[in-house]
């Protein structure tokens, strides 16, 4: 592993990765560090990204993961959790890359709009700005909304609203509402 040091989720990431790509795990980066790729950059202690993955796999994977040195938890959600899997990954200097797994609402679709981002010598695999917005909205805490009003500020007018707004409605009318506000804003 690249950690040195406690602080280095991103680099646990890039390693992430390499076990994702190796077994053909199609995967997007989402959180912070998605964030910090449409435009606002701002601390994290972690790293997050979405799975192509079905939580019938998130067994075998979380093995391949414990194989390549990495200490995993896999927690399942309850019928009323929007998350059906989340496999946490850590090191032994506390850096951490949370796997979603099943997010309710999101299409498969998203891994094909992904943009490929070179970060530290390695390609990495980022939801689009649409995707991450309608995410944002869908989440609803205050980080959550205060990202999208930002992303939503840096795009300023190149989002395609027509597919935001789809989105934004496989989320729920709560998200699809928030979302609405959210570009109310900006006008």
């Keep these: 592993m690249r950690t040195t040091a406690p602080g280095q989720s991103a680099l ?3 390693d992430v990765a390499v076990v994702l790509q190796q077994e053909n795990v199609d995967y997007a980066v989402i959180g912070a560090m998605a964030a ?3 435009g606002v950059v701002r601390a994290s202690l972690d790293a997050d990204a979405v799975l192509s993955l079905t939580t019938q796999d998130a067994q075998r994977l979380e093995k391949v993961f414990a194989a390549a040195g990495f200490q995993t938890e896999l927690r399942r959600g309850d019928m009323d959790d929007p998350i059906a899997c989340l496999l946490a990954l850590t090191d032994t200097q506390g850096n951490r890359v949370d ?3 099943g997010l309710r609402g999101m ?3 998203t891994f094909a709009r992904a943009i490929v981002v070179p970060f530290m010598g390695q390609m990495l695999r980022f939801v689009c700005r649409e995707d991450f917005l309608a995410m944002k909205a869908y989440a ?3 980080q959550d909304v205060d990202d ?3 992303v939503i500020k840096a795009a300023g007018d190149s989002l395609d609203l027509a597919l935001l707004r789809r989105l934004a409605v496989q989320y729920g009318r709560s998200a699809a509402t928030a979302l609405e506000s959210l570009l109310a804003e900006r006008r």
């Design 107 to 109: 299409e498969a679709a």
């Design 36 to 38: 910090a790729v449409h």
């Design 99 to 101: 796997l979603v797994i």
């Design 140 to 142: 609803g805490g205050p």
């Design 12 to 14: 646990l990431l890039l």
């Design 148 to 150: 999208a009003r930002k």
